[in-house]
């Protein structure tokens, strides 16, 4: 479970202010996919951050109850020189899991081939996304968090994502950011809509889709008082 509590964060670009979160009050249950929705710059990949403990909010708390995942869909902690299979064995070592069976089903799942044993630089941005999924799919957490990562690679690989993906949120929970209405629709339990540093979270799936949708199409959210 995630609390967030009056969290907020701003951006300020060549005189510019960027509102990510404003005084966003919401909790993430336990066991539970909920999909952030929203549109392109609106903040879900820096709200994803503040989750994971990787961004600093400018003010607000973020309350958690378990272990949570850093965000799969970035593979900033990768280091470029290592190998995938070096990387994948210092994170086994670093979370005290068995590094063997961790690089056996990563080497099986992210599809590298003779890559899994070249350095991380030598990787496109798909790759590592790849490879960032399948470690942290993993290892067990209790929170998991997804950023756009299902949507890598051709059909049968995202069928495959998609798979694990139901079955690690059997026993946990997962927070995450998409644009497929579509996997919402197949993967997530409850959804939540980010427009303008307000969160509008729904326990009903279709309700967020026509919100975000809404949005999509011109429309303006009313401030949450």
């Known amino acids: 479970m995630i609390e967030l509590r009056n969290l907020r964060k701003t951006f ?6 960027n509102v990510v979160a404003d005084g966003i009050n919401a909790v993430f249950p336990a066991r539970t996919a909920v999909a952030i929705l929203g549109r392109n710059g609106a903040g879900k990949s820096s ?8 961004m600093d909010a400018d003010s607000g708390e973020v309350i958690s109850r378990g272990t949570i995942s850093w965000p799969v869909g970035f593979a900033g902690s990768f280091h470029p020189e290592m190998t995938g299979l070096q990387n994948v064995r210092f994170i086994g070592r670093v979370y005290g899991v068995d590094t063997d069976a961790l690089c056996d089903f990563v080497r099986d799942f ?10 991380v630089r030598s990787y496109s941005s798909g790759m590592k996304s790849r490879l960032a999924f399948g470690v942290s799919m993993g290892i067990h957490f209790d929170t998991y968090l997804v950023d756009e990562v299902t949507a890598v690679g051709d059909a049968s690989f995202r069928e495959k994502a998609d798979a694990l993906f139901a079955d690690r949120v059997n026993n946990s929970a997962a927070i995450m950011v998409t644009h497929g209405v579509g996997q919402v629709r197949r993967l ?5 809509v980010l427009e ?15 919100h975000h949708q809404f949005l999509m199409k011109g429309g303006v959210q009313h401030k949450q008082a």
């Open 12 to 17: 300020i670009l060549n005189g510019n202010r």
């Open 110 to 119: 992210a599809e590298l081939g003779p890559h899994f044993n070249l350095p």
């Open 196 to 210: 303008d540093g307000h969160l509008s979270y729904y326990t009903d799936v279709e309700e967020a889709i026509e």
């Open 47 to 54: 709200l994803l951050k503040m989750l994971a403990g990787t």
């Open 188 to 192: 997530c339990h409850h959804a939540a």
